[in-house]
Every structure is written in structure tokens, then in C-alpha cells.
Nanobody, 119 residues
């Protein structure tokens, strides 16, 4: 059974950076495509981006243009990361990782980690 556990969230200041982690267990990490999502208060789920087993990533077009989000992975540590730079209050959300062996599918989800950005 694949399990995903996010960590690294918390209360941060505007302009700070945060690096969230998604620890994968139950399956070889490099066999999974891992995506990051977020859900802000009162809003729907937003796709941030994803990374394949070999490290190729792609992002939500709008967020890619901002240039503040970066997804990486360390398969030796069974961990996928989401770095968010120059945090803004509108980045306040619960951040989730999701995984599957197929692109665009999300069979496995973590419990999420809350990021709260104060102005």
C-alpha cells in the first residue's frame, strides 16, 4: 500500500520560502509520478505541478509564469519536494502530494500540510 506523508508547512512571513516534502513508502519512489496540489480557504483544488520518476517536471501554466514554484525529487530518500519562493498571503493553503504510475491519475494522496503566510 502506497503511503504519502507531507511535511514542512507552517506559519511563514511574506517573502519567505518554504520547502515541502512528500515522503513515499510502500512502492519504489521512482515508479511514481508525483503531483502537488493546494487548496486555499474557500477555493477549489489547484494543480501546481508534477514530476516523473526520472525528474522531468511540468507545472500549471499560470504558476510556471510566476517562476516561484519548483518541484524536485530524491529517489534515494523516497521524497519529492515542492519549493515555493517569495511567499504571498494568497499562497496560504493546504498543500497535498498525490501519486500514481500514470500521468493525470491520482490514486494515492497524502494528508496535506498547511502553509499560512502572514503579511
Amino acid at each position: 500500500q502506497v503511503q504519502l506523508v507531507e511535511s514542512g508547512g507552517g506559519l511563514v512571513q511574506s517573502g519567505d520560502s518554504v520547502k515541502l516534502s512528500c515522503l513515499i513508502s510502500g512502492r519504489s519512489a521512482n515508479s511514481l509520478i508525483v503531483s502537488w496540489f493546494r487548496r486555499a480557504p474557500g477555493k477549489g483544488r489547484e494543480f501546481i505541478g508534477r514530476i516523473g520518476g526520472s525528474g522531468t517536471s511540468d507545472y500549471n501554466d499560470d504558476l510556471r509564469r510566476e517562476g516561484r514554484f519548483a518541484i524536485s525529487r530524491d529517489n534515494a530518500k523516497s521524497t519529492v519536494y515542492l519549493q515555493v519562493n517569495d511567499l504571498r498571503p494568497e499562497d496560504t493553503a493546504k498543500y497535498y502530494c498525490a501519486a500514481d504510475i500514470y500521468a493525470g491519475a491520482y490514486s494515492y494522496w497524502g494528508q496535506g500540510t498547511q502553509v499560512t503566510v502572514s503579511s
